[in-house]
DNA sequence: TAATAACTTTAGACTAGACTAATTTACTGC
DNA sequence: GCAGTAAATTAGTCTAGTCTAAAGTTATTA
C-alpha cells in the first residue's frame, strides 16, 4: 500500500502539527501545506480509509499506529536529508529542506540507510571530520590548487614521507 | 517555463534514442517509457508547443537546441547522481539508477553542482581515496570497532604520533 | 439563547497524465 | 503500384489532485 507523494506529505504534515498541538485540525493542514481547506477534506477521507488516522467530520485528527509509524519514517526521512544536504554539502537550509522535502517520497528506505551511515561515519571519522571547512561543509572547498590535492592530502603524504623514513 | 517530471521524462528520453539512431520514432520512446503510444503522441505535442522538439504528425522526431540544451542538462544529473549513488553510497546499478530517475527532475542546478564537487573531491584526495572498500563504496563500512575510529583514521593517529616525536 | 464568526464539508469544475479502441497514415515486398 | 503490416494519431475515458463557491456545523460571546 504505496502512498503517493501528496498523501505522505498530509501525513507529516498531521504529524508535526500533533508534536506541537495534541491534535491536529484541517486548517492548520491547509495553511502548513498551503493548499485549500477542501483539498485538505480530501486527503482526510483517503487517509481514514486507509486507517492511518482517526477522523470524523468536523472532529479533531490523530494519528493511528500506523499511521505515526508512517509518519516518523517519513519525519527520519526528511531529516536525514536535510542534514546530508547542510552538513554534507553545506546546502542553505531553506535549499536544503525544499530538496529534502521532495525526495523524502522518492528514495527507498534502503538509500536513506546508507546516507544515515555516511552522516554517521563523516561525524566519526578523525580525517573527515578535521576537512570540514567551516560554513562550506565536509571538503567542498578543499581543493585548492592545480595539483588536484588539498591541504589535507599534502600533510598526509609529508606524514607518509616521514614517517616511512 | 518549468517542464513536469513527465515531460522532462520525455526529452531525455528523446535525447538517449537520438544519440544512437540520429532520429527518434514514438514507438521507441514508448517502449523506453514503458507507456501506451498515444501517451507519446500527447507528450510530442506538448514538447513540440515548447519548441523543445521538431515533430510533424507522422514523422521523425529531433531536438531543437533549446531541447538538446535541456536533455543535455538533465542527462548530466542523471549520471551525477547515478554516480554518486553507486560510487559514494555503493548502492547497486538499478536502484541507483532508478533513484537518479526520479530525482534528477527535483533537485536544483546549484545543488547538484554540489554533488559534483564533493565527487571530484572524493576521487582526487588521497585520503578519501584509500578510504573506498570495494563493493561497500567509499567508507561505508570503515566504522570497525566501539572506539568510533576507522583503521584510516588510527594508521593516521599512530602516523601522527610517530611524525610528532 | 441567539447571532455571528470560524471552520469543515459538499458539489462541481478543471488539469495533467495515463489508458484503450478505433482510425488513419506510411512503408515494404511482391 | 497496390496489399498488408506496422506505426501514429484521434477520440473518449479514467484517476489523482487541486481549486472555488456554497452550504452546513460548531464554538464564542453578547
Redesign the interface.
Known amino acids: 500500500m504505496k502512498l503517493s507523494s501528496s498523501l505522505e506529505d498530509y501525513l507529516e504534515a498531521i504529524y508535526n502539527v500533533i508534536k506541537v498541538k495534541t491534535a491536529a485540525r484541517a486548517t492548520d493542514i491547509a495553511k502548513k501545506l498551503n493548499v485549500a481547506n477542501s483539498s485538505v477534506t480530501n486527503a482526510l477521507q483517503i487517509l481514514v480509509n486507509h486507517d492511518l488516522i482517526n477522523h470524523a467530520p468536523y472532529d479533531i485528527i490523530t494519528l493511528t499506529p500506523e499511521g505515526t509509524r508512517i509518519a516518523k519514517q517519513l519525519v527520519w526521512k526528511h531529516e536525514v536529508f536535510r542534514d546530508f ?1 547542510t552538513t ?4 542553505d537550509s531553506d ?1 536544503a529542506n525544499q ?1 529534502a522535502c ?2 523524502e517520497h ?3 528506505d ?2 536513506v540507510e ?2 544515515v ?2 552522516l ?3 561525524r ?5 571530520g578535521k576537512r570540514w571547512v567551516e560554513g562550506f ?4 572547498n ?2 585548492t590548487d592545480e595539483n ?3 591541504e ?2 599534502k600533510e ?2 609529508e ?2 614521507a ?2 616511512e623514513k
Do not use: H
Not at 554534507?88 to 546546502?91: P, T, Y
Not at 566519526?124 to 573527515?128: A, T, V
Not at 561543509?137 to 567542498?140: I, K, L, N, Q, S
Open positions: 544536504f554534507v554539502l553545506a546546502i535549499t530538496c521532495s525526495i522518492i528514495i527507498p534502503e538509500v546508507r546516507f551511515q555516511y554517521d561515519f563523516e566519526q571519522c578523525e580525517y573527515g561543509g565536509f571538503r567542498r578543499a581543493v588536484d590535492q588539498c589535507v592530502c598526509g603524504q606524514k607518509d616521514r614517517s
